[in-house]
């Protein structure tokens, strides 16, 4: 599949007439070919007004249909091979076998949801049947479903160029939900996203999905991205990336005649919580894992642990120790982008020259342009809870540890924590009064609580939580991943003395689909 620099609307493709813009190779900062035609106004009303035409019909096919295109979408994606995996490497500076684990968990989200689809239990029938003579007043017959909200804006992330990108989890879990997508494609991966772009607008095609089910636009500047928030048209909107951003398009969209809802995914830090009896039995073993996961993809990871939390301790300081040397021996690797490295070298900057402040170890000097150099950090509690700034995410492998002195120094400091994605405590049977203390306040703080683990890598499945109080995200009751992200895109409607025949099938006496409902109050299949 060749990459022509086109953006896509519908099923037309055609090149952009608002100027050139380039990828660049993340490695060297150099341009890469083609030039993409950015999108204009024009194609975003383009866009929009056929995926509104789209709407109705795209939502009243069988789950079964809509099943079928997640599928082929899924499909093309493996189809794709190394044509896909070379460009992504070439624009991101990830590791091959890295992206070739992410081009499989954007695979098995599509497939999830498509089961989703077939499961039917996504559409939350419910059917309280009339009680003519009840007494005082009779019920009328009550029956409730759930429809697509319409419309839906992706705009990709920078850190996963394809599990959060334009056949992501949002593009996903929209598209099951009965909503036709358009993708804003970042501008760090212009080439990966026409790939993938493609690979949907032929599944569209070959499923005979209706015309304007997916678009994709690119953007020169914030023009785009922000004309297509604030179309009528657009019912909802997915992001993930800086909480500047999404504090943007929360903006935006509320500013309209008529607001709707931004699910954005901005900023964690994601606390890791040493405990005293986890660190007597096992502080090797501990600092090796957390430095594994400290320099994972650079550190550019949504859930990277960028902060620590402990008691003094003899323990404490082997843990240190460990650490220490461990990151000692790390080699830096390329960050995504030329910006996304100053900006961390930047935060690195800042925690040097922070009062009371110390670097606890480096890894080995970078060789390349943009290689990030990972780095520990240790402070108290007293100089964390006086600097608010300790507390700012620097996106990349650097991270703080907070000493404090007792419990209860340890639960001021996890109260005056922003919301986060992810908590982890390290725990033995010797910690549970410890843990017993923090929990009601972690489980305020945090989408998902960790337990002897750390929080890089998401699994896609029915029970994740890939979400989190404000700033994590903009709406702490969604989650971006597993099963449960479809609701975001979801509301309910009410059926009262509908006649069976212009009844939706999920709600029909006979229930045609032989899925799962509440009836009058039990659940029931068939």
Known sequence: MQILGETIIGQRTARGQGGEVFALAAATGEQLTPAFGASTVDDVQAAC????AAFD???HLSDEQRASFLDAIAQGLLDLGDTLTERVHLESGLPKPRLEGERMRTVNQLKL????LRDGRWHGAVLDGALPDRQPLPRADLRQRRIGVGPVAVFGASNFPLAFSVAGGDTASALAAGCPVIVKAHPAH???????????????????MPDGVFSLLIDKDISVGQALVSHPRIQAVGFTGSRRGGLALVAAAQARPVPIPVYAEMSSINPVFLLPAALTSRADSIAQGFV???VLGAGQFCTNPGLLLALESDALERFVSAAAKALAEKTPTTMLTPNIHGAYCNGLNNLHKAAGVTLVAEGREAEGSFQARAAFFRTDSATFLA???LEDENFGPSALLIVCKDVADLQKVAARFDGQLTVTLHYEEGDKTIAQALMPILERKAGRILFNDFPTGVEVSYSMVHGGPFPATSDSRSTSVGATAIDRFLRPVCYQNVPDSLLPPALQQGNPLHTWRLVDGQ????
Not at 523 to 526: C, F, L, Q, S
């Open 49 to 52: 007004e056929l995926a509104e």
């Open 113 to 116: 949801f498509a089961s989703l």
């Open 292 to 294: 594994e996961s400290l």
């Open 523 to 526: 659940p029931v299949k068939d």
């Open 387 to 389: 600097n608010p700034a």
């Open 57 to 59: 019909p795209y939502r």
């Open 190 to 208: 212009l080439g990966t996203s026409e790939l993938v772009g493609r690979v949907i607008q032929k599944a569209a095609a070959d499923t005979r």
